[in-house]
């Protein structure tokens, strides 16, 4: 359920925070921030800042839901599913996703994620948090996200300082992560796309491109690899590059050129879709193929690979 407040002439200039903690005042600043930052509370339809100032009229829209859920007591379950360790140290974990695997848990879906898996492999990844938050202790050792049907590399901080020293390399912008997709069409030998990224007004589930004042600026480069084609349908094989790291980057922008990912049961067009269900791809063929960071010991370098999945192969062996 969503609640409405339209903000009132006397109320404008407040900062979106502290105007919400009155508003809210059963739950902490913080927990109304990580709302904010989450895309629970929107102003406008618009995700915005914790900082972001209010003006008349405003119309600022709140995940009750969401709420109510904050307010019941955690138990992360540990779950004895199998994980492919990619490299392990007493610092770090990196595992390879498989697709299918949601990362972390969250309300109304507590069990079979990333996180349960970890916990039952690594205790006392429990107690590796930013802060004291819910939403933080459902993703104990989270550095960074792949979307549930993105297989592939992803690190898991194993202590406090090893997870804010990948945290911050995040934020610098100094992880890279390397893609594999196979898209629909032919696409330009290389190319760069940049443009604002924002919730979508009409389903708040998906995200589409807006303007500056109501997006974050995303940037994807490719480079074609491979050209190939079932009957007179074209298609491309990727490497894809992100500088920066937003909600379906890769699947918004590449539709957004007319180059929708292979298999995207949400972003996509008519023949995309149509080719997917002819080679029978039920998930976005989108594989994190190599992370690069320093290490947060030693500051060394550390690049790690996952192999294509087993159906990404599958899927490129019905083409010519």
Known sequence: ?????????????????????????????????????TKRILVNNFPTKPAGKINTDDQIQIDIDYFDDL??????????????????????????????????????????????????????IADTVTTGTNYEKMRPGIVHRLDKDTSGVIIVAKNAKSLSSLSKQLANKTIKKTYLSLVFGETAKSGE????????????????????DHGKLAITKFKKTQSRSYGDNKLSLLLIEIPTGRTH??????????????GDQTYFTKESKNISDIIGIKRQLLHASKIEFYHPKDNKIMVVESATSADFLAALNKLK
């Not at 974990?93 to 079979?112: Q, R, T, Y």
């Not at 980057?249 to 292979?262: A, F, L, N, W």
């Open 249 to 262: 980057q890769i699947r918004t922008q590449m539709k957004s050129i007319g180059h929708p990912v292979i």
């Open 193 to 212: 796309i940049k443009s604002f990224l924002g919730r979508d007004k009409n389903d708040r589930k998906k995200i589409a491109v807006t303007d500056k």
């Open 71 to 124: 307010s019941k007591p955690i138990e992360l379950i540990a779950e004895k599913i199998p994980l492919d360790v990619l490299f392990e140290d007493e610092n770090i974990l990196v595992i390879d996703k498989p697709a299918g695997m949601v990362v972390h848990p969250a309300h109304g879906n507590l069990s079979g994620t990333l996180v349960n898996a970890i916990l039952d492999y690594e205790p006392n």
């Open 1 to 37: 359920m969503i609640k409405k407040i339209i903000v009132e002439k006397s109320e404008a200039g407040e900062r979106l925070d502290v105007f919400l903690q009155q508003k809210i005042p059963d739950f902490s600043r913080n927990q109304i921030q990580d709302s904010i930052k």
